[in-house]
């Protein structure tokens, strides 16, 4: 049972400080541990809001808030964080968030380091027609509909000059995000969709078949101990993502995992894709998918996407990464899809260095630009260290 005196002092912290997390000293480390400051909020009590921060809204089938949209439409247009508490249950909706000041999405559990026992799922089912993408997604971050467009061709979407930075620092705290329009790979059908935003997911679930995830330009997205439930490239994009110690869930074999496009900028870029630490594997048993999976195909030439020190099963091609197709291979001089000491049975090095350059198994110098968060996350106008609003003491 979780102490109320502790709730209400994390409340009174909220208030002082502006976040949940406790003071941030060196803008990257927080004071209070994860078990006090999520778990004091997140636990179920009587009173939910019990301890919650000052001015927390609650979602709920009794509360004021039936859906999460409703709750988000309601927060001022403001600098001041916002916390959302929303209650167990399954949520039919589709949630957008388009302000910039810090937001954070909080589902009630008794298990705040588990993503397999969250009890809050919101539920979308949707399909890319003859329309854009961004349409399908259950879950949008992006500050207006342009920077959240996928658009096509091999620079996709033009946004607009002067579009303005959304969120600075959009969170999840064990939440599922689901488009279940058809259980097989039939058509982009979106789990998230996200652009010109800062956004961190933890302990949260992604499932969908199609497209499950997208970051785009701008985009920098955090993935911690999280799952991420695909079949054909379910992680793409324009932006930076980085999956930290997270589930890869192959729902079955079509495409790649990854599908990025890379972006010529007045600046040096690291925008792409990076697992690390994390468990790639059949989302089954029953799923006949062995040697089948690749980790990733080029969307455009100028991919970038490494995958570093992860389990891969027996589902994973022996070669690595693939051509986006015979007849279009989208591959040149640009081309960087990586890895750098994956192990597992869907790791066979000498099948691996048969495919080079379409796969490319980096040395330690190599991957080092590559290797930390901050090393990658950039800001808006180019610069490195874009890491302050990740919680890496979740």
């Not at 997270?246 to 990854?258: K, N, V």
Request: a neutral charge; proline letters at 7%.
């Amino acid at each position: 049972m979780i102490n109320a005196l502790a709730k209400l002092f994390v409340g009174f912290l909220f208030l002082a400080t502006g976040s949940i997390c406790g003071p941030t000293p060196d803008r990257r480390g927080f004071n209070l541990p994860p078990d006090v400051y999520r778990a004091v909020c997140q636990a179920p009590t009587e009173n939910p809001l019990t301890g919650c921060p000052a001015g927390t809204l609650l979602v709920g089938p009794t509360a004021k808030y039936k859906t999460i949209q409703s709750a988000v439409a309601s927060l001022p247009n403001n600098t001041h964080p916002a916390v959302i508490l929303i209650l167990p249950g399954n949520y039919t909706e589709q949630v957008n968030v388009t302000r910039s000041a810090p937001l954070y999405l909080l589902g009630q559990t008794s298990h705040i380091k588990s993503q397999a026992r969250n009890t809050v799922n919101v539920v979308w089912r949707a399909v890319a027609g003859t329309g854009d993408n961004a349409y399908t997604a259950t879950l949008t971050v992006a500050p207006n509909l342009n920077a959240d467009l996928t658009g096509s061709g091999p620079t996709g979407f033009s946004v607009p000059p002067g579009t303005p930075f959304g969120n600075t620092d959009f969170r999840t705290y064990n939440l599922n995000f689901i488009n279940d329009y058809a259980p097989y790979s039939v058509s982009p059908s979106l789990a998230l969709s996200m652009g010109y935003a800062n956004a961190g997911f933890y302990y949260s679930g992604f499932f969908s078949y199609q497209d499950t995830i997208y970051v785009g330009k701008i985009g920098s997205a955090y993935f911690y101990k999280s799952t991420i439930a695909g079949q054909t490239d379910f992680f793409y994009g324009f932006g930076t993502a980085w999956v930290q110690s997270s589930d890869i869930e192959l729902r079955s074999c079509g495409g790649g995992i990854t599908a990025w496009k890379g972006t010529n900028t007045t600046f040096e870029n690291k925008y792409g894709i990076y697992v690390t630490e994390s468990n790639v594997h059949a989302a089954n048993t029953s799923l006949s998918i062995v040697g089948k999976c690749a980790l990733g195909r080029p969307w455009n030439a100028q991919i970038r996407a490494i995958f570093s020190y992860n389990y891969l099963d027996s589902s994973i091609l022996p070669a690595g990464y693939i051509q986006w197709s015979a007849t279009d291979p989208r591959v040149n001089n640009y081309t960087f899809q990586a890895e750098y000491k994956d192990y597992g049975p869907g790791f066979n090095l000498s099948a691996r260095d048969a495919a080079y350059p379409i796969t490319k198994e980096l040395t330690a110098a190599q991957f080092a630009p590559y290797s930390s968060p901050r090393k990658v996350f950039q800001f808006e106008n180019g610069a490195f260290g874009n890491d302050a609003w990740i919680d890496y003491l979740a």
